[in-house]
């Protein structure tokens, strides 16, 4: 009877969350006219190009196009990076390895704004490259590809080094009595790794295709984008839908059959597999390809934050006379003193409401977790969940939340429409942490408590969440990190007098890169940074030392 109940309460969890906002979007979408308001307006000639060149089977091929190329280009930018680094960071004994492994971690969560704001404020047109004295190159296509490599390649270090760790120590032995270690590395550690780089590859594909933050800025029409501008200019989810169903199929498949493929590798892989991996020793080339490694990511996060800096503390100038502006210590101190005085209720409330939501995505991926342990249609469940989750771009996810919930005013018009978005868009990453964390749980201490008559509550509450609690608090961490920076759905379903410091980002930006914004970039960062810490030490752990 607990079981059925405990079951009950995650499938209506999921359908409030997931499902029926999905079901309302196709209905919605069905039906001959949609009587939805547009949120707030489009610049009007932005409007009304982008009514002048929409329709006819034209564009839509070439919405796939721009979104194929932007997300094969952030591929061919973040993955041999990030797969490189993650091989020299998890599994080598590189120098500097564990310094840079914690800025990438903090670096893991950093919004997404945020990154656009660091980038185009230092190489882009917002910014004008003041502080290097050269033109911009960040603009267009170009600097989506760079923008979205650049936020995507902390998740390709970790996913790519946490399946990197988990190869098998006993055949990387086996291995080395018949090849060199060089050969072993390609034919045993990255092979065995494949399934772990392939989810890599996918998180890519699915942050750069279902994100419409940088390409707005940039006016770069993917599909994404062209959803959130098809509602706002009023077509509702029938043009919004329309734009937004090819990638969700493609993307929504992919995350399909990746999670499923490696759903049933994991259970394959020997409890070895989980103990301590062997570290290859570089001898000589420890500390050369230790700098290299710190060279390169250094130069990723070091030259954004550097712009904002320089940003953020330029004085004077007067355009008139030719004179540029020169940076002053005492410039950056007033303008974090102002960023800091209007940032700090937008900071507590997104602290506030992504807490909320931490805690609900993180409550029902660990019921999902839990329940798919002995159940193939619950495993079933979780793998359409995180399809839809992940498929699904944030524009689009807002619009579900908007069609199912604006009838429900105290829920549309509260801060709840707020909560329930920022928990969507962060369930499949609480999933993807506390699957593997669960399913690695010993059986042997389940069973004994069966035995000793405890129900499946008790053996749930007394013994599960006991031993998973590190991947619990590091899946809530997460999930907190990720709510307090959600943009694109927030921005379509946040109700007047909700404000988060990621729309004040998204309001700033469309002004340019200016000192004032710099400022507020930099205030958020130290808070991103300081609660980004704290999940990264929670991660750290869970992995390294199991559930």
Not at 514 to 531: D, F, I, R
Request: contains cysteine.
């Amino acid at each position: 009877m607990t079981g059925r109940l405990a079951g009950s309460l995650v499938l209506a969890g999921l359908t409030i969350l997931v499902y029926w906002p999905a079901a309302a979007t196709v209905l919605e979408a069905a039906r001959p006219t949609a009587d939805v308001a547009a949120p707030a307006a489009l610049d009007p000639t932005a409007t009304a190009a982008v009514a002048a060149d929409s329709g006819g089977v034209a564009r839509p091929a070439r919405l796939a196009l721009e979104t194929l190329i932007v997300a094969a280009g952030a591929e061919a930018l973040a993955m041999p990076v990030g797969v490189a680094l993650a091989l020299l960071l998890f599994r080598t004994d590189a120098w500097g390895r564990r310094p840079l492994l914690a800025a990438l971690g903090l670096a893991l969560f950093v919004p997404l704004p945020l990154h656009a704001t660091a980038w185009l404020g230092a190489f882009g047109d917002a910014g004008r490259m003041q502080a290097f004295g050269v033109r911009p190159f960040l603009v267009g296509r170009t600097g989506v590809v760079v923008v979205s490599a650049m936020a995507a390649l902390p998740w390709v270090v970790l996913l790519s080094g946490v399946g990197l760790r988990l190869v098998e120590p006993e055949l990387e032995e086996a291995a080395l009595l018949d090849m060199p270690a060089r050969r072993v590395l390609w034919s045993v550690t990255i092979r065995r790794g494949l399934g772990a780089i392939a989810a890599a590859a996918l998180a890519v594909a699915v942050l750069t295709a279902g994100d419409m933050t940088v390409t707005d800025l940039l006016q770069v029409r993917t599909y994404a984008e062209e959803a959130y501008v098809q509602f706002t200019l009023g077509n509702g989810p029938a043009g919004a839908a329309a734009v937004a169903l090819p990638p969700l199929v493609v993307l929504g498949a992919g995350v399909f059959v990746l999670a499923r493929a490696l759903g049933r590798d994991a259970p394959a892989r020997p409890a070895s597999a989980f103990g301590r991996a062997k570290v290859w020793r570089l001898g000589p080339w420890r500390i050369p390809l230790g700098a290299a490694a710190v060279a390169i990511a250094g130069a990723v996060l070091a030259l954004p934050l550097g712009g904002l800096v320089w940003r953020a503390g330029r004085v004077g100038g007067r355009a008139t006379l030719g004179a540029p502006p020169s940076w002053s210590p005492a410039g950056l101190v007033v303008t974090l003193r102002a960023a800091a005085e209007e940032c700090i209720d937008p900071i507590a409330t997104s602290a506030l409401l992504a807490a909320v939501a931490a805690t609900f995505a993180v409550a029902l991926a660990w019921g999902l977790g839990w329940l798919g342990r002995d159940s193939r249609a619950w495993r079933g469940v979780a793998l359409l969940t995180v399809a839809l989750t992940l498929a699904a771009p944030g524009p689009v996810a807002g619009m579900a939340l908007l069609l199912a919930y604006r009838t429900v005013d105290a829920i549309y018009d509260a801060p709840a429409i707020v909560v329930l978005a920022m928990a969507a868009r962060t369930l499949p990453y609480a999933v993807l942490i506390l699957w593997p964390a669960l399913r690695a749980l010993p059986r042997e201490q389940l069973d004994a408590a069966a035995v000793d008559g405890w129900g499946p509550a008790a053996r749930a509450w007394r013994v599960a969440l006991p031993l998973s609690r590190r991947a619990t608090a590091a899946a809530w961490a997460s999930c907190f990190v990720l709510a307090v920076g959600e943009l694109p759905a927030t921005n379509l379903l946040a109700p007047p007098g909700v404000d988060t410091i990621s729309q004040l980002i998204w309001s700033l930006l469309h002004t340019g890169v200016e000192s004032h914004l710099a400022g507020v970039a930099l205030v958020t960062l130290s808070a991103v940074a300081a609660a980004g810490g704290l999940a990264a030490v929670l991660l750290r752990n869970a992995v390294s030392r199991g559930p």
